[in-house]
């Protein structure tokens, strides 16, 4: 596995009081309406029963206005939900790692050979399944070759150069643009290295309790 002290840091360049409040307005949007699909009314049908007018309860849905405390609790009653339920998408934690080009965090991993760089590009903090993509560049030809062994999945996408890479007792002669998609829990490795540099990227995901 990964020895990470140090994570890229999360970047949101986007965030302000202008679009929080949009995201907002949408989140809610989007509650009302799917709670309303599943009863199975009309927007005419719920904005009658809610005591509003449709182009108002229209607006709604479609996040393009801030619907007033009076107008949630009624709709609140109306589709017998909890007043929160509407904020239960905004409330929720969406995780974003944003890495410039050449600032991946550089890292090593049990086995790392000179000439072998693993940039971790970015990861995951929620959730129950853990992301970890890299970026590994071979530029060095070595006669011991690392192998590697751990819980979960495996995604390769060669970028450049040409890796005779092993999982288990086969071996895959990946050229730029191939692909291997694998179980982690075989030992695998670089075999051979047959033109460099080789570029690919590594995307290991696994349940965050393993």
């Given at each position: 596995?990964?020895?990470?002290?140090n994570?890229?840091?999360?970047?949101?360049?986007?965030?302000?009081?202008?679009?929080?409040?949009?995201?907002?307005?949408?989140?809610?949007?989007?509650?009302?309406?799917?709670?309303?699909?599943?009863?199975?009314?009309t927007?005419?049908?719920?904005?009658?029963?809610?005591?509003?007018?449709a182009?108002?309860?229209?607006?709604?849905?479609?996040?393009?206005?801030s619907?007033?405390?009076?107008s949630?609790?009624?709709?609140?009653?109306?589709?017998?939900?909890?007043?929160?339920?509407?904020?239960?998408?905004y409330?929720?934690?969406?995780?974003?790692?944003?890495?410039?080009?050449?600032?991946?965090?550089?890292?090593?991993?049990?086995?790392?050979?000179?000439g072998?760089?693993?940039?971790?590009?970015?990861?995951?903090?929620?959730?129950?399944?853990?992301v970890?993509?890299?970026?590994?560049?071979l530029?060095?030809?070595?006669?011991?070759?690392?192998?590697?062994?751990?819980?979960?999945?495996?995604?390769?996408?060669?970028?450049?150069?040409?890796?005779?890479?092993?999982?288990?007792?086969?071996?895959?002669?990946?050229?730029?643009g191939?692909?291997l998609?694998?179980?982690?829990?075989?030992?695998?490795?670089?075999e051979?290295?047959?033109?460099?540099p080789?570029?690919?990227?590594s995307i290991?995901?696994?349940?965050?309790?393993?």
């Amino acid at each position: 596995m990964s020895d990470k002290k140090n994570k890229p840091k999360f970047q949101n360049p986007h965030r302000s009081a202008v679009n929080e409040t949009r995201f907002l307005e949408e989140a809610i949007g989007r509650e009302v309406k799917r709670y309303r699909e599943k009863l199975g009314l009309t927007i005419s049908e719920l904005a009658k029963a809610a005591d509003m007018s449709a182009g108002m309860l229209s607006k709604i849905e479609n996040g393009a206005t801030s619907p007033s405390l009076s107008s949630l609790q009624a709709l609140s009653k109306t589709l017998a939900v909890p007043f929160t339920a509407f904020f239960k998408t905004y409330e929720e934690i969406r995780d974003a790692t944003f890495v410039k080009s050449g600032q991946g965090l550089t890292i090593e991993r049990r086995g790392t050979r000179a000439g072998h760089q693993y940039q971790l590009l970015g990861h995951s903090t929620h959730g129950p399944t853990m992301v970890e993509p890299y970026l590994i560049t071979l530029t060095a030809e070595t006669d011991v070759f690392p192998s590697f062994q751990h819980p979960g999945m495996e995604f390769l996408y060669m970028l450049e150069g040409n890796v005779v890479y092993r999982h288990g007792e086969k071996t895959y002669d990946m050229h730029a643009g191939d692909a291997l998609f694998f179980d982690a829990e075989a030992p695998h490795g670089p075999e051979e290295m047959r033109k460099l540099p080789a570029r690919y990227l590594s995307i290991i995901s696994y349940r965050r309790e393993e």
